[in-house]
């Protein structure tokens, strides 16, 4: 079956503007993550959804950065006034069944680079 | 928050030769899956797992939840198998998967 994807594959923006960035889970995966990979931090956890619940935002930077999943599926992370420490591979992963004790499986990725 | 320490950061190998990665984990953990990420950048599931002994092909996993380590073996290995092996646990009573430094493998024909 299709895996997860997102797109952009690869985003240039300016210092100061808004990104959007795109994920469609795996069909049926309750769990939705988004992660960011960069140089100096490595991997690291920015949100979880899990079905209908309050999504865990623990891992967001700043305030700048939101996310939001419709009907249970599709998430979109947006990052406002981006800045160049924001330049990293934003991955999204999704996951069966509601607890940790599954496995996540991730997409491409989204290349972000601020200029 | 949990530390988990990968090693070692970098292994330089010869096509053929065997190999073996480490992941220690500070504190106990839910889940546990190894990655091996590709030169595109994709994550690429290898295995998951919290305890006990897997085997998939030239792969096989270990992880002994009680010392709180996991090791990851690599035989025969190919070209193909280079790029960043990445071990990612979830804390008990967490969601997230924390992820190691990596292990950067480097296969030359």
């Known amino acids: 079956g299709a895996g997860v994807s997102q797109s952009p594959s690869n985003k240039v923006t300016e210092k100061g503007k808004d990104v959007e960035l795109r994920c469609d889970p795996i069909?049926?995966?309750?769990?939705l993550y988004w992660y960011r990979q960069s140089l100096g931090q490595g991997l690291e956890f920015l949100i979880y959804?899990?079905?209908?619940?309050?999504?865990?935002k623990s891992g967001l930077p700043s305030d700048r950065f939101s996310a939001e999943r419709t009907g249970g599926s599709v998430s979109t992370l947006t990052i406002q006034r981006t800045q160049q420490e924001d330049s990293a591979v934003y991955l999204c992963?999704?996951?069966?069944?509601?607890?940790?004790?599954?496995?996540?499986?991730f997409g491409p990725g989204t290349r972000l680079t601020v200029l | 928050g949990i530390q988990v320490e990968q090693s070692p950061p970098d292994l330089i190998l010869q096509e053929g030769a065997n190999s073996t990665l480490r992941c220690n984990f500070s504190?106990?953990?839910?889940?546990l899956q190894w990655f091996h990420q590709n030169p595109w950048g994709q994550l690429i599931n290898l295995f998951y797992?919290?305890?006990g002994t897997k085997q998939n092909g030239r792969l096989s996993a270990t992880t002994v939840a009680t010392e709180r380590y996991s090791l990851l073996y690599i035989s025969s290995s190919q070209t193909t198998d280079s790029g960043v092996y990445f071990c990612?646990?979830?804390?008990?009573?967490?969601?997230?998967?924390?992820f190691g430094q990596g292990t950067r493998l480097t296969i030359n024909p």
């Open positions: 504190d106990s953990v839910n889940n």
């Open positions: 990612a646990v979830s804390p008990q009573g967490a969601q997230k998967l924390v």
């Open positions: 797992i919290p305890s």
């Open positions: 959804f899990q079905g209908n619940s309050a999504p865990d």
């Open positions: 069909s049926g995966h309750t769990a």
């Open positions: 992963a999704s996951r069966p069944g509601y607890t940790s004790y599954n496995e996540q499986f």
